[in-house]
C-alpha cells in the first residue's frame, strides 16, 4: 500500500488546521477585547449619567431634576436594570410629587421604587423615598414601623431622618420633628431641600426668624434655589417686614417658565398676595390667591393668607377660610393661633374659640419629651396656645378664664415666659391689682430699661401713673418708645403715643411734666 503521500497530508493537514485555530482564536480575542472595551465604555457612560444626574437632583431647581430625569432615561437604555439609578429616578420622582405637586409624580415615583427593590438596590434613595412615600401618602403606621426596623439594622441617612422628621410632624410631635428636620438638614447641608424641609416647619409654627435663616441655608448651598428664595421672602412678610424689594425676586422667579411647578406657582402667588396686604389692598391680595388655590388647591398658606386679607375687610368669610387652612395642616401653629388672633381682633370671638378648640383637640393626646427624659402633655409645654387662649377669653371679657389660661403659660415656662408674664400683669392692671400687677411687669419691663416687650413698659407707666407717680411712670412710658422705635414701630405710630401720654398728663393736672415729655420723647420720632 503506497503511503508515501501521507506524511505530506498530515504534515499539510496539521499546518492549516493550526493556522485555522489561531485564527479563529484570535478573531475571539478580538472578540472578546472589543466586547470588554465595549462593556467597560458602558460602564464609563453610565457611571458619568449617573453621575451627572445626581450633582443635578443636588441643585433641587425643578428644571434640574428635569435635566437628571433626561440622564436617567439615557442611562436605563444603557443598563435598564441599574439598581441604584432606578433607586436615584424613585427619590427624584418622590421629590416632584412631595414637594412641587406635579402630577402623575407619585405613580412614577412607585413604579421606578418597585424596580428598585426588586432588583435589589440598598441606596439610601431607595429607602429613603419609601419611607417619604409612605408618610405622603397617610399610611403613618406602616412608615413608623418600617423607620423602626431600618433604625434596628443599623441604617441611618439623611433621608430617612427627614421622613422621621415629616413623620413626628404629622403626629404632632412638633418638639421632636424640629429637631428631626435640623439633623437632617445638617447631615446634609449640600442638599437644599433638607433645609427648605426645615425652614417650611419652622414657617408652619410661626418662627419666622429661624425659618428665614434655614431658608438661608438652603440658598448658601445653591444661591438659586427658587423655593427657597420665595419661602424666605414669605416668612419674612409673615414676619411684618416691609415689602420693599422683594418684587424683583418674585418676578425673576416667575419668569422661569420651566421651572414653575404647582408649588412655585402657588408660594409665588402667595407671596404676592402678602406684598399686597403690605400695601394696604386686600382685593388685590385675594385675586393673587385665588391664582395660588388654582396652581395647587392644597396649599394651606394661600387659604391662610386669604383669611388675614379677609380679616382686614372684616368679611365673616374669614373664619371658613382660616377654618379651610387649619383642616389642611391641622398640626401648623401658625394658622390656628395667628387665625384665632384675627379673629378676634375683627370681633368673631366665637370662631377665635373654635380654632382654638380645635388645635386643642388636634395635640390633646400628643406626647412630648421633658429634658429629663420623660413624657408629659404637649399642650402643657404649649405657652403660645395658652397665651393665644387667654387672650381671646380676656377680649370675650372672660377674666377668670383668661387668668387660668395665662398661669398654663407661665407654667410652661417655655421661650414666651416673658410674653406670659406681661399679659398676665396687664390683665391683673386693668383689674386694679396693682401690687400683682407691678410684680409681673416688673419682671420683663426692668428699670435699665433692658427689656425687650414695648407693651411691658406701656403697661408699667400706666400702673405708675395711675399710683400718681407720673415722674416715673414717664420713664416707662420713654422705654416703651424706645423698643418699639427699635423693633421698626412706624415714626407716625410713636408721634400719636407720644401725644396721647402728653394729653394724659395735661388731663391729669400736670401741664409742665407734659411739655417736658413731649421735648423728651420728640427725638423718637421726629423723621430722620
Not at 427624659?373 to 404649649?382: I, M, S, V
Request: glycine letters at 8%.
Amino acid at each position: 500500500m503506497e503511503t508515501s503521500g501521507r506524511g505530506d497530508w498530515k504534515r499539510r493537514e496539521g499546518l492549516g488546521s493550526a493556522l485555522a485555530q489561531i485564527g479563529v482564536a484570535a478573531v475571539l480575542l478580538a472578540g472578546g477585547v472589543a466586547w470588554y472595551v465595549h462593556r467597560g465604555q458602558v460602564r464609563q457612560e453610565v457611571d458619568a449619567h449617573l453621575r451627572t444626574a445626581r450633582a443635578a437632583v443636588l441643585k433641587g431647581n425643578p428644571s434640574d431634576l428635569a435635566m437628571a430625569q433626561q440622564n436617567l432615561e439615557t442611562l436605563f437604555t444603557l443598563a435598564p436594570d441599574s439598581r441604584d439609578a432606578r433607586a436615584l429616578a424613585a427619590d427624584l420622582q418622590a421629590e416632584l410629587w412631595l414637594t412641587h405637586h406635579q402630577p402623575g409624580a407619585d405613580a412614577k415615583a412607585r413604579e421606578q421604587l418597585e424596580r428598585a427593590e426588586a432588583l435589589g438596590s440598598r441606596s439610601g434613595e431607595r429607602y429613603g423615598a419609601r419611607a417619604l412615600l409612605l408618610v405622603g401618602e397617610g399610611k403613618t403606621g406602616e412608615a413608623e414601623k418600617l423607620l423602626e426596623e431600618l433604625k434596628t439594622q443599623g441604617a441611618s441617612s439623611p433621608k430617612l431622618t427627614l421622613a422621621q422628621a415629616r413623620l413626628l410632624q404629622k403626629e404632632g410631635r412638633l418638639s421632636e420633628a424640629r429637631q428631626a428636620f435640623a439633623r437632617a438638614a445638617e447631615a446634609a447641608w449640600k442638599d437644599p431641600r433638607f433645609s427648605v424641609a426645615y425652614g417650611d416647619a419652622l414657617l408652619d409654627e410661626g418662627l419666622f426668624p429661624q425659618a428665614v435663616e434655614a431658608f438661608g441655608r438652603a440658598t448658601a448651598a445653591n444661591p438659586d434655589h427658587l423655593l427657597a428664595r420665595v419661602s424666605s421672602v414669605l416668612a419674612q412678610l409673615y414676619a411684618g417686614r416691609p415689602p420693599d424689594g422683594v418684587a424683583a425676586t418674585l418676578e425673576e422667579v416667575r419668569s422661569r417658565a420651566k421651572d414653575m411647578t404647582p408649588e412655585l406657582q402657588a408660594r409665588v402667588a402667595v407671596a404676592q398676595a402678602e406684598v399686597a396686604l403690605a400695601k394696604g389692598a386686600p382685593d388685590e391680595a385675594l385675586t393673587h390667591v385665588d391664582a395660588a388655590l388654582k396652581a395647587w388647591p392644597d396649599e394651606h398658606y394661600a387659604l391662610f393668607t386669604r383669611g388675614r386679607a379677609l380679616a382686614v375687610k372684616r368679611a365673616p368669610e374669614a373664619r371658613q377660610a382660616f377654618e379651610a387652612a387649619v383642616a389642611k395642616r391641622p398640626t401648623a401653629p401658625l394658622l390656628t393661633l395667628e387665625g384665632a388672633r384675627l379673629l378676634q381682633a375683627q370681633g368673631d370671638g366665637e370662631g377665635a374659640l373654635a380654632l382654638l378648640d380645635t388645635y386643642e383637640k388636634t395635640f390633646r393626646e400628643v406626647k412630648a419629651r421633658t429634658p429629663d427624659g420623660k413624657e408629659a402633655p404637649a399642650l402643657d409645654r404649649d405657652d403660645r396656645y395658652w397665651l393665644a387662649r387667654g387672650g381671646v377669653m380676656e377680649m370675650a371679657g372672660r377674666q377668670d378664664d383668661a387668668l387660668a389660661a395665662y398661669d398654663k403659660a407661665l407654667a410652661a415656662r417655655g421661650v414666651g415666659l416673658a410674653r406670659a408674664q406681661y399679659a398676665k400683669g396687664a390683665l391683673l392692671l386693668a383689674r386694679k391689682d396693682f401690687d400683682g400687677a407691678k410684680a409681673l411687669l416688673t419682671a420683663v419691663a426692668p428699670e435699665t430699661g433692658a427689656g425687650t416687650i414695648p407693651e411691658a413698659y406701656a403697661a408699667l407707666g400706666e400702673l405708675l401713673f395711675a399710683q400718681g407717680d407720673f415722674a416715673a411712670g414717664c420713664q416707662q412710658h420713654y422705654f416703651a418708645l424706645v423698643r418699639a422705635r427699635a423693633q421698626g414701630a412706624p415714626v407716625e405710630q410713636l408721634a400719636t403715643r407720644a401725644n396721647d401720654i402728653k394729653k394724659r398728663l395735661e388731663t391729669s393736672g400736670q401741664p409742665a411734666m407734659a411739655k417736658a415729655w413731649l421735648n423728651e420723647a420728640s427725638p423718637l420720632f421726629q423723621q430722620q
